[in-house]
Each structure stands twice: as structure tokens, then as C-alpha cells.
């Protein structure tokens, strides 16, 4: 069974940072490209990041370029979101998802729970 | 990237079939036949119905499908059920410029 844990939310202060982490499991992490989408509070849904399987493409929304850097180890069964210079609006659940197993563009197959992040004083 | 455009919320009463609408530009939805959608339930993971415009997943209830036509993609539920009701995001692949995904605004589904 395909499970996707996030963990290393919280709360945090403006312009602090803080590190997400998926652990995956139940499939080969290394054949999955993998992403993050978030939900701030009463917002619908809004893809983050992704990231290939050997990390040779890397994409972002406009939203978290230059402040989110996604990565991963599929040594560890692990995706991580790295994120600085988080602001009030950072504010939200984030998912880790996994893409549907073809080309990338057809979405995603699986998520985990969510983790909340929030950024206020 | 603008949110593609889902309307707020739809209606309908057991048994009946809706469809609602996600509009996009030929940047996204019109550029390719790369929409998914979506059935969110508050609190738990989003659970996806439908990949590639208007493939399901292994799974999903035949009573869901989808469809394309130029810069708009359509999602149906036929025979609807009480669980139905939730809200449903459509999901489109850009390319161009930029690479990624834009999701809709999200449409609420009543059960009356």
C-alpha cells in the first residue's frame, strides 16, 4: 500500500524558516516524480513544487521561487520542502503528493494527510 | 499562474447526474489533454477521479468521467450519492514558459 507521511510542521515566525519531510513508502520512491500542494485556510488548492526522480528537473510556483527548495533522497524514501523567508500568507496544510507513474503532467495518484504550517508573530 | 475557473458550487438531488466546467487558457487545458480532477472531503486527502482529461483511475466509480473540449474540461457524476458531496478541484499541466500544474478554484458539491 502506497503511504506518504509529512512531518516538521508547525508554527513559525515571519520571515523564519522551516523544513518539511515525506516519508514514503509501499513503492519505489525513485521511479515517482513527487510534488508538494498546499490549501491555505478556507483557499482551495495550490501546486508548490515538483521534482523528478533523479532531481534533474525541478519545478516551482512563481508564489515560492527563490524562497522553497524541494529535494529529495530516494535512498531514505524521503521528499523534503525546504522553506525561508516564510510570510503570512505561507500559511497552510501542505501535501505530499507522488505524480501519476507516466510522462509528467497527469497529476497526482497519491497524497498524504497534510501537514499545517503556520506563520504569524 | 491564474487559478483555472470552476464555478462556486453546483447542486442536485440523489440520483440525478451533474456537470460542472473547468476553464483554462491554450496555455493549460487547451494546450493539452493533461486535466485531473479531484473529490476533497474536508479534513482528509485529496483523492484523485480522474487523469489525462477522462481516464479513471483503477478504483474510482464509473460513475465519475470526464471530458475536454478546447480551453474547457468537464467533469460529470452520474447517479449521485450522498458521499459525493464535497468540493472538487479540476488540475491542468502547464506548459510554455513555465512548467508545473495550475489547479481550479474548486467547486462545492450539495447533495439536496
Known amino acids: 500500500e502506497v503511504q506518504l507521511v509529512e512531518s516538521g510542521g508547525g508554527l513559525v515566525k515571519p520571515g523564519g524558516s522551516l523544513r518539511l519531510s515525506c516519508a514514503a513508502s509501499?513503492?519505489?520512491?525513485?521511479?515517482?516524480?513527487m510534488d508538494w500542494v498546499r490549501q491555505a485556510p478556507g483557499k482551495g488548492l495550490e501546486w508548490v513544487s515538483s521534482i523528478h526522480p533523479r532531481s534533474n528537473y525541478i519545478y516551482y510556483a512563481d508564489s515560492v521561487k527563490g524562497r522553497f527548495t524541494i529535494s529529495r533522497d530516494n535512498a531514505k524514501n524521503s521528499l523534503y520542502l525546504q522553506m525561508n523567508g516564510l510570510r503570512a500568507d505561507d500559511t497552510a496544510v501542505y501535501y505530499c503528493?507522488?505524480?501519476?507513474?507516466?510522462?509528467?503532467?497527469?497529476?497526482?495518484?497519491?497524497w498524504g494527510q497534510g501537514i499545517l504550517v503556520t506563520v504569524s508573530s | 499562474q491564474s487559478a483555472l475557473t470552476q464555478p462556486a458550487s453546483v447542486s442536485g438531488s440523489p440520483g440525478q447526474s451533474i456537470t460542472f466546467s473547468c476553464t483554462g487558457t491554450s496555455s493549460d487545458v487547451g494546450g493539452y489533454d493533461l486535466v485531473s480532477w479531484y473529490q476533497h472531503h474536508p479534513g482528509k486527502a485529496p483523492k484523485p477521479l480522474i487523469y489525462g482529461a477522462s481516464k479513471r483511475p483503477s478504483g474510482v466509480s464509473s460513475r465519475f468521467s470526464g471530458s475536454k473540449s478546447g480551453n474547457t474540461a468537464s467533469l460529470t457524476i452520474s447517479g449521485l450519492q450522498a458521499e459525493d458531496e464535497a468540493v472538487y478541484y479540476c488540475c491542468s499541466y502547464v506548459g510554455g514558459d513555465t512548467f508545473g500544474y495550475v489547479f481550479g478554484s474548486g467547486t462545492k458539491v450539495t447533495v439536496l
Open positions: 509501499g513503492f519505489n520512491l525513485d521511479l515517482y516524480t
Open positions: 503528493a507522488r505524480d501519476f507513474g507516466y510522462s509528467y503532467g497527469y497529476g497526482f495518484d497519491s
